[in-house]
């Protein structure tokens, strides 16, 4: 049975951050950020938006009449989560009117956690053939205001229904991972912006993308060239680039290395105009690729995914005949309706972020023009509505 990617969709705020202003406010070369960065534009979440209502954004492109009656299982990774307890695929859940038969948990590894979910989603329809599992991977990507990590902050959602006989992405069986317990990235119950030890973090990325790899070969038999793009969990696009040359700069194949260079430019253009997005960056990678309709049935994509801590796993999957129909450039058309916003209003939105508090908050929702919002909290419950 084939077992995969049948549906994917993207959301993000409709407010953004250009790269070169805030390269200038921090007095450095917006080279820097625009390509040693790799990135052009900052996601900037209003204080309505948090994972669940990002989640519900992307999912609600999605998911019509006909899956809310099927959908059985939904996997919520997030590592930006709104509750110690209770798992944001409940809200989710209500939000949509997704039917109360199905079952739905919080998955966390820093970024992994959707890719945690898409193993679990193949067990499940391996089981019940006739499932469709809906998975999100959101978060919201916060540093610190004049932070190292500050130019790679951004947020948002990628939404996916996985299913039997898919429409986009066939999923091998055959993944290889490595675990290992190192502090490059983490953030304390008490904190809403992440630590982080930069450099480490990027050298650990590329020795753990260079052990999944290598050992992900060896179990196949495969060669790279089996291989028509490899693409990275972007919490930056260089980070991909780098992440990738550490493999093919010593092949001798200059048109294999070209091919994959091409992919790869194909393959970070959306996560270059939104930042990190943690849990869902893996995806948006694989959304933009797809978007450039660069592919052929049957070509194999390589997926590396990271999770600081640390986690990683690299898998495969084929396109499948007739994938283009399935991807539309109305989805993420709405990126180009963005609003560009100063560094002071960028300072001011991070600043009014709801944080862990007892006291009754209230947002400005009227403001954003997405479906769902967080309106606040009261009596430390957090309110939701759909108002668009
Ligand atoms: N023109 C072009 N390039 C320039 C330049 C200029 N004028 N000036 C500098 N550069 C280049 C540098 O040469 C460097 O390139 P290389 O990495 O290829 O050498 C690049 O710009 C960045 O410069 P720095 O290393 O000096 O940047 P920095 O120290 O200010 O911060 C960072 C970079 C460490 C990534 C920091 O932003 C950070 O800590 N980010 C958060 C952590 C992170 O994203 N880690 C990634 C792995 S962990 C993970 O994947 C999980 C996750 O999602 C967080």
């Known amino acids: 049975m084939k077992i995969g990617i049948d549906k994917m969709s993207f959301f993000t705020s409709d407010l953004y951050l250009p790269m070169e202003d805030l390269a200038k406010a921090r007095n450095e070369d917006p080279n820097?950020?625009?390509?040693?960065?790799?990135?052009?534009k900052q996601a900037v979440i209003r204080n309505s938006q948090d994972s669940v209502t990002l989640a519900a954004n992307a999912a609600l492109k999605i998911v019509d009449d006909n899956?809310?009656?099927?959908?059985?299982?939904?996997?919520?990774?997030?590592?930006?989560?709104?509750?110690?307890?209770?798992?944001?695929?409940?809200?989710?859940?209500s939000l949509l009117g997704i039917n109360s038969s199905a079952s739905g948990v919080e998955l966390k590894q820093a970024c992994f956690g959707l890719t945690a979910g898409i193993?679990?989603?193949?067990?499940?329809?391996?089981?019940?053939?006739?499932?469709?599992?809906?998975?999100?991977?959101?978060d919201i990507a916060r540093y610190g205001i004049g932070t190292l990590g500050e130019k790679t902050q951004g947020g948002g959602a990628v939404a996916i229904i996985m299913s039997a006989n898919p429409h986009l992405l066939e999923i091998g069986t055959q993944s290889a991972h490595l675990t290992k317990d190192i502090m490059d990235f983490w953030r304390p119950l008490n904190r809403s912006e992440a630590l982080v030890d930069g450099k480490y973090s990027s050298a650990e990325f590329i020795n753990f993308f260079k052990e999944t790899f290598?050992?992900?070969?060896e179990k196949t038999g495969e060669e790279i060239d089996k291989f028509t793009a490899l693409i990275f969990h972007l919490p930056y696009t260089k980070m991909g680039l780098k992440a990738l040359r550490s493999v093919i700069e010593d092949l001798d194949n200059d048109d294999l290395k070209e091919s994959l260079l091409e992919h790869f430019e194909e393959s970070r253009y959306l996560n270059r105009e939104v930042g990190n997005l943690y849990t869902g960056s893996l995806y948006l990678s694989l959304l933009s690729l797809l978007h450039a309709r660069n592919l052929k049935a049957g070509d194999q994509i390589g997926l590396f995914s990271y999770g600081s801590g640390a986690e990683g796993e690299f898998?495969?999957?084929?396109?499948?005949?007739?994938?283009e129909k399935y991807v539309t450039d109305e989805e993420i058309a709405f990126l180009d309706q963005r609003t560009s916003v100063s560094v002071a209003e960028y300072e001011q939105i991070y600043r009014s972020f709801m944080?862990?508090?007892?006291?009754?908050?209230?947002?400005e929702f009227e403001n954003d023009p997405a479906p769902f919002v967080l309106k606040g909290q009261q009596q430390q419950q957090r309110i939701y509505e759909k108002v668009n």
């Open 119 to 138: 193993q679990m989603a193949m067990g499940h329809i391996a089981l019940h053939p006739e499932s469709r599992v809906l998975l999100v991977g959101s």
């Open 67 to 93: 899956e809310k009656e099927k959908i059985d299982l939904i996997l919520f990774g997030t590592e930006s989560g709104v509750d110690n307890s209770k798992s944001g695929a409940i809200y989710l859940q």
């Open 355 to 363: 944080r862990p508090q007892t006291a009754d908050y209230r947002t």
């Open 32 to 40: 820097k950020y625009l390509i040693g960065i790799g990135q052009s």
């Open 214 to 217: 290598e050992n992900y070969l």
């Open 315 to 323: 898998y495969s999957a084929k396109v499948v005949e007739g994938y």
